[in-house]
């Protein structure tokens, strides 16, 4: 069997030597650098729980022990459990930071051209006991590397509004066109994207009433003008999977003077639609979506932006309630759920590295079922 380099393992676990161990000193066995690489190894292997992670361990022990320490060997899923309701998410999520950031292309690219914001429920964590609704997670995801940049819980989809800026703070964005849905396009969050030198494209609906009535209004007038004396830019494509086909139809604007507000939106350059006519079979359905934007004129850039927007629906959040059955964890415990939810992101950006034609789910399979994969989905060099 293929056999890792010591000194490879010890590399992970640098990058969580800054991180406070929360545990209590008495009756604590167990290495803190031990417990994130199981867990983290656990999670890519197919574990969706601790009890999971600590039954994975008991099968590669032998594997284990030639890798870490293991003082008094393999730690229980109890152990596991512990520690992750224990961790305060933020500070476990800030340990990943420069792993992250190595996960970019050979010719060092950034891997954040657009990052999608966007929230998720965890629908089966809610705790009627302590009267606490499901948690809900906003997660910012770098769409061309495919890549979890970072996430924050909330208590309510409510706050999602709030936890927004925060998450933009963890990040970086510079240089990024940053997407976010209709519940995010407020002021603040514009301007907090400007000053931190990104880009934005906020979409626009009723909670911003009249800017959403007012864009809606002047773009269907110069429609019916066919666009005379306007700056204007078309783009049409096609898309094709699960059965469906896809027209998408992107017109971009200067965004007019005219608009209720404007002056008061940091960096706001252009407004824009995006329309998509769907065909399955013999039905036919359409929508249309309008955006506020600090981007300047270009409309591949906007197009790329929406369609980037849609793909951590249909990526992430599609990956981790089918592959990750997110939506059936029973934790409880909000910091354990919060660390679990962040350790599956992390797992599937690693797994979208891999430059096979497998998917996601089977290279989840993949290492669970081989070590050696295991170790290259984790960038370790092997001898």
Known sequence: MTQLNATDVVSIQEYFAELEDPRSHINRRHLLGDLIVIAICGVLAGADGPKAIGTW??????????????PHGIPSHDTIGRLLALL???????????????????????????????GKALRRSHDR?????????????????GISLGQLATEEKSNEITAIPELIDNIDIEGATVTIDAAGCQKNIASKIVDKKGHYVLALKGNQGNLHKATRKWIAEQMERDFAGITVRRHQETVKGHGRLDTLIYYQFEAPDSLPGKHNWSGLRTIGIAIRISKQGDKETSDVRHFISSLPIGVRRFAKAVRGHWAIEGTLHWCLDVTFREDESRLRNRKAADNLAWLKRFAISLLKQQKDKDSIAMRRRKAGWSTDYLAKVLGLATT
């Open 57 to 70: 361990a008991q099968s590669k022990a032998a594997w284990l022990r030639q890798h870490l320490e293991l």
């Open 88 to 118: 305060h998410p933020q500070a476990f999520q800030s340990c990943f930071q420069n792993w992250i950031a190595s996960l970019r292309g050979a010719d060092g690219d950034p891997i954040a051209d657009i990052i999608a914001i966007d």
């Open 129 to 145: 006991k302590k009267n606490l609704g499901p948690l809900f997670l906003v997660s910012a995801w770098a769409v061309q590397g």
